[in-house]
């Protein structure tokens, strides 16, 4: 118990790790043995949620820095006052618990990948230790080794694992994510020295005043802190994605395997609000409400344009990649507010929409799996022969419209509440998103499950119970939070109360 009381977010994020090389004496023919391997890595990370929630603490301390609970520090670098520092709050722990449940299911979907299983397996647990570390990390340096772990297993997943466009989509990834990181890089860097030689984010932030001061840029007077901000904003955004960064997406989930598929929009288009949020907002808060006029246009185009996309689509795994898009603005438009119901309703979404769209890309697997295309009008009257699976993906496309009862619904309408007092019009706008969202959901259903039956596909079996099993959980937490959203904002709310206040002090 000592263990895991002190060492509770490295255990959480290196299990998946050790898991991984595990699987490298796992003979090469027990492929049985690699997917129970991995399944049991990956739900270590699972089980310690337990210890985490019952152990956290929302309420504790006024600022940032106290406000950080299971902190383990110690030196890395010490010549460059580099630190294996760790914590976690109330922005991190929904993130962190996110992570864990998506990669637990994602994994048991992975049970039919048969091609080079060690080496899908392990890339799949080197994948989930660089996500949970990215959410736990605050060390900058830390921080940024692993948000780079992600972008090489993630590139090697869709590049060999994925469908007939795979090496495109796989190379357009890495290059519009290397392209952020290395604006990444050069922010740290110049924060490293403005800092006095320290990569502390805890101490960044504390520092932030400071950088608010004009610096000469190629012959030209900028503001310091807008530039980083600016340059950091460029690369959490292209991960989100925001508009118009957006482009990588549709490729990258059309062509990745459904399991990826799952973990990129679950998890990966979080990695960027969190990072915008961790660092961006409260390090440099000027810059943040200079900026957030900006933000909630890209919002807004995010929101409707991420949508009218996704009606326009004739392939369901493209049509759920808009979607998420769309659904990803709603997390902009709260961030853009700086309100306290603005940022619950932002972290809330990013919560949310993980769960809903994992449903979403593990149903459309489902189908893929049996018919071998993913073509909206090339089906038909399906509910007849699948009725099970039908329901299922009623829930799931009914939880993505945002019905109201179902958790989708309270994160939008808070991001709506929190935005509508700066930005009254930029929200109403917003607001037809929902409108197209309802469309192109209810049309895909009518499409795919209702009407004439086609005959071709009389034979399709039913939704299976592993299939049932990666779902059922996800619908559980859909309608759990959609009648007692509770449970969550009281869990972040503090935290973020105290974000809200940090950035509009400046």
Not at 213 to 241: C, D, Q, T, Y
Request: glycine residues 8%; hydrophobic residues 55%.
């Amino acid at each position: 118990m000592a263990l895991i009381d002190n060492h509770l977010l490295t255990l959480m994020t290196f299990a998946p790790l050790a898991g991984a090389v595990a699987l490298l004496f796992v003979p090469k023919d027990k492929p049985d043995v690699m997917r129970w391997l991995s399944l049991a890595a990956s739900a270590i990370p699972l089980i310690l949620c337990w210890p985490l929630l019952a152990k956290f603490t929302p309420n504790l301390g006024t600022n940032i820095a106290e406000g950080m609970q299971f902190v383990e520090r110690g030196a890395w670098i010490p010549a460059f006052h580099i630190e294996y520092y760790i914590g976690a709050d109330g922005l991190s722990v929904p993130m962190v618990i996110l992570t864990a449940l998506v990669s637990f299911f994602s994994i048991i979907a992975s049970w039919s990948i048969s091609k080079a299983v060690r080496a899908y397996f392990a890339l799949f647990l080197v994948l989930e230790t660089g996500m949970m570390g990215v959410f736990v990390a605050l060390d900058f340096f830390l921080f940024y080794v692993f948000w780079e772990v992600m972008l090489l297993p993630m590139y090697f997943l869709i590049g060999i694992w994925g469908g007939p466009r795979k090496e495109y989509a796989a190379i357009k990834f890495f290059i519009y994510t290397l392209a952020g990181s290395v604006l990444m890089l050069l922010a740290m860097l110049a924060l490293y020295f403005a800092n006095g030689g320290s990569f502390d984010l805890l101490k960044l932030i504390e520092n932030s005043a400071s950088y608010n001061r004009s610096m000469n840029l190629l012959g030209h007077v900028f503001n310091f802190g807008r530039v980083l901000f600016i340059g950091l904003f460029i690369g959490f955004a292209i991960k989100v994605p925001a508009f118009p960064f957006h482009t990588w997406l549709p490729d990258a989930h059309v062509e990745a395997p459904t399991p990826i598929s799952v973990i990129l929009a679950g998890v990966l288009l979080k990695m960027g609000t969190y990072g915008l949020l961790r660092i961006s907002f409260p390090m440099f808060p000027d810059a943040a409400q200079w900026f957030a006029p900006y933000l909630v246009v890209i919002a807004v185009i995010n929101i409707v344009y991420g949508a009218l996309c996704a009606m326009a689509q004739s392939d369901m795994k493209k049509l759920v990649a808009y979607s998420s898009v769309s659904h990803m603005g709603y997390c902009l438009l709260g961030m853009a507010a700086l309100t306290p119901e603005g940022f619950s309703g932002a972290v809330f979404q990013m919560f949310n929409h993980g769960t809903i769209t994992a449903m979403l890309f593990l149903l459309v697997g489902v189908i893929y799996d049996r018919a071998h295309h993913r073509q909206i009008d090339g089906f038909g009257g399906l509910a007849q022969q699948m009725p099970i699976y039908a329901a299922f993906f009623a829930f799931a496309f009914f939880a993505n419209l945002g019905l109201p009862g179902l958790s989708g619904f309270i994160s939008e309408v808070l991001c709506f509440l929190g935005a509508f007092g700066p930005y009254q019009s930029y929200t109403i706008v917003s607001v037809t998103g929902v409108i197209i969202t309802a469309a192109y959901c209810l049309w895909l259903i009518q499409r795919v499950f209702l009407g004439q039956k086609n005959p071709k596909y009389d034979t399709l079996p039913e939704i299976n119970a592993r299939e049932v099993i990666t779902l059922v959980p996800f619908m559980i937490i859909v309608l759990a939070l959609g009648i007692y959203p509770k449970a969550v904002l009281d869990l972040m709310n503090p935290a973020l109360e105290i974000l809200v206040k940090a950035v509009a002090a400046s």
